[in-house]
């Protein structure tokens, strides 16, 4: 009776051995698959990079082309061939132009939705890392003769991924939640500072002060953004809403400079326009 009873128990010692140790290895070889994906991902991300650069390159020949177009028209002697000949140049180069821009556009989310991706596995990378020191800590007791019921370990608990925890928060403002809106991006800066949309999450936190009449913590945020991001896209929006945020606190003097900003910073954008109109509101 004796004997059988010790073979029970090495047994189950072995059997509580062996199930970490299966476990562990389907986690290292998923943690494998999941740094393969990000490479592939990466080296996605690095073409379409290389290929806007090509396409703002293409923009940036089309645009020369259009000033020289717009130089032959005022020195030529034939006044109304050289308008007809420019018209019909500009009107060429504006499709072009246009062609160039909307594959610009196509590209950058493009880009913006596989460094998303590109989050979404490092933030698996980690999770599955840490489930294997999990694993890892669970053996040694077992290695040890001691028994760790699989019911009784503890396990990290599971977070959401970048993309679902910022298309949430964006999903509450759409909706005019704008508390709720704010504690989600503030959460995803927290959880995820280095994140692809850290910048975008900043800007909307600002929004959502905004929203809410609180110009001067929009204006901390949207400034934040400038300063902590300043190639942002969402700089000049963020710089535009500085300046909306001091006429709505009545603050002409700030509102003039920062409107003014905007205007020289950022000429020829859609912010530089509103930035005209809101300053003949309150004057230049």
């Not at 850290?198 to 002060?209: K, V």
């Not at 001067?216 to 896209?233: G, H, L, Q």
Request: charged share 30%; hydrophobic share 40%; with cysteine.
């Amino acid at each position: 009776m004796m004997i059988k009873k010790t073979v029970t128990v090495s047994t189950l010692l072995l059997l509580a051995a062996c199930a970490p140790q299966a476990e562990l290895v389907k986690t290292r070889t998923e943690l494998s698959d999941v740094r393969t994906g990000t490479r592939a991902v990466e080296s996605t991300v690095q073409d379409l990079q290389k290929r806007l650069a090509a396409a703002e390159k293409r923009l940036e020949a089309a645009e020369k082309r259009a000033d020289a177009a717009e130089e032959l028209a005022k020195n030529t002697s034939n006044v109304e061939k050289a308008v007809a000949d420019a018209g019909a140049r500009f009107d060429q180069l504006s499709t072009d132009i246009q062609l160039v821009q909307g594959r610009l556009e196509e590209n950058n989310y493009r880009i913006s939705d596989l460094a998303q991706k590109i989050d979404d596995r490092g933030f698996k990378i980690s999770e599955l890392a840490a489930r294997i020191d999990d694993l890892d800590a669970r053996m040694k007791p077992s290695a040890a003769g001691v028994s760790t019921p699989a019911a009784t370990a503890q396990r990290p608990a599971a977070r959401v991924e970048p993309s679902e925890a910022y298309r949430q928060a964006k999903v509450d403002y759409d909706k005019g939640n704008f508390d709720l809106a704010l504690a989600g991006f503030q959460n995803y800066l927290v959880q995820f500072p280095d994140a692809s949309q850290a910048d975008n999450a900043q800007y909307w936190a600002g929004e959502c002060h905004y929203s809410l009449k609180e110009f001067n913590k929009a204006i901390e945020a949207f400034t934040r953004v400038i300063n902590t991001y300043p190639k942002s896209d969402k700089v000049a929006g963020a710089k535009l809403k500085i300046g909306l945020s001091y006429m709505n606190e009545k603050n002409n003097a700030k509102a003039r400079e920062a409107l003014n900003k905007v205007i020289v910073e950022h000429p020829g954008s859609k912010e530089s326009e509103i930035a005209k109109s809101r300053l003949q509101k309150i004057g230049k």
